[in-house]
């Protein structure tokens, strides 16, 4: 059939527009599930040697995971809008040169596709905006009892740590030699500021990134599901040495947590003397308890 139906259109041009459009949102989804298996399994227990600060970073958290389907789910909805207008473009340079349309036509507009055109990005919108918003929510809202609470204090180039409730802390120098201690499949939430400038706290595969500012205090929060040696960087420039301002966390089981503390010279609390017992054993609870003896005494 030779007819146009509007404008040197055919029934088939419009069939073709159809399934490139059809084709174009196929692509859109199969980007998105790429994107997804671009993630390395392997980095879910990443070494020393291992640890990266690339956007790929396996996701090793509740929130990294959350922040994983989002994004594979943002690109399955926005990448029509990429790939279907420029497939649209090509067929139609293709199709309508001057060699077989001596007569141009002459569109001046097309009042629904405008309206259409109008509407269904404003609804993408919308639909990206629901997930994206309830996971900014979780970020910024940590659980109301964590296990345990870390005070983060950044400095120029270098990063503290302070565990209040075992009373030990250190000191990252962004070698990667002395690493801050987090205990596997607990809430971690952590407090941060700085003493000098502007810094941020991120570490990919957490999936967190949290400004530290002087004279307040920003909070995130971590719950790994694995263990392994996790490597971030603060994302605020804040300095000449800001390429410099590494962030190295590693996640361990509990009982080696626990030992960090005493090594460290921590405490251990009254209430988690005999989880600790259980773990490594009276040795390494006796300085921690109390003589009875000596109370009654005193």
Not at 17 to 41: C, E, K, R
Request: with cysteine; charged share 20%; proline share 7%.
């Amino acid at each position: 059939m030779s007819a146009s139906t509007h404008n040197g259109f055919t029934k088939k041009d419009i069939r073709n527009l159809v399934l490139i459009w059809i084709l174009g949102t196929g692509f859109a989804v199969l980007t998105a599930f790429a994107s997804l298996a671009l993630y390395n399994p392997e980095l879910l227990n990443p070494t020393r040697d291992m640890a990266t600060t690339h956007w790929l970073s396996a996701p090793v958290t509740p929130i990294a995971e959350a922040v994983r389907v989002n994004w594979a789910f943002t690109i399955a909805i926005i990448f029509p809008f990429l790939f279907c207008p420029i497939m649209t473009l090509v067929y139609c340079m293709v199709k309508f040169t001057e060699k077989k349309n001596k007569q141009p036509s002459h569109i001046h507009e097309n009042v629904p596709l405008e309206i259409f055109w109008t509407i269904i990005p404003a609804v993408v919108l919308v639909v990206m905006a629901v997930p994206s918003y309830a996971i900014l929510k979780q970020l910024e809202n940590p659980p109301a009892k964590p296990d345990v609470v870390v005070e983060v204090v950044g400095a120029q180039y270098y990063w503290q740590y302070y565990f209040p409730k075992y009373d030990v802390g250190m000191t990252d120098d962004g070698t990667g030699d002395s690493p801050v201690y987090f205990p596997k499949n607990k809430i971690v939430q952590l407090n941060g500021t700085s003493n000098q400038v502007n810094h941020a706290w991120w570490v990919p595969a957490f999936g967190i990134k949290f400004d530290v500012i002087p004279g307040r205090i920003n909070s995130g929060w971590v719950k790994s599901r694995h263990t392994g040696y996790f490597k971030g960087q603060c994302a605020e420039l804040c300095g000449a040495l800001h390429a410099f301002m590494w962030i190295h966390v590693k996640v361990v089981e509990e009982a080696e947590f626990y030992q960090w503390v005493i090594d460290n010279e921590g405490t251990i609390p009254f209430d988690e003397i005999e989880k600790v017992r259980a773990l490594l054993g009276d040795e390494a609870v006796a300085p921690f308890e109390i003589d009875e003896t000596e109370e009654v005494e005193a």
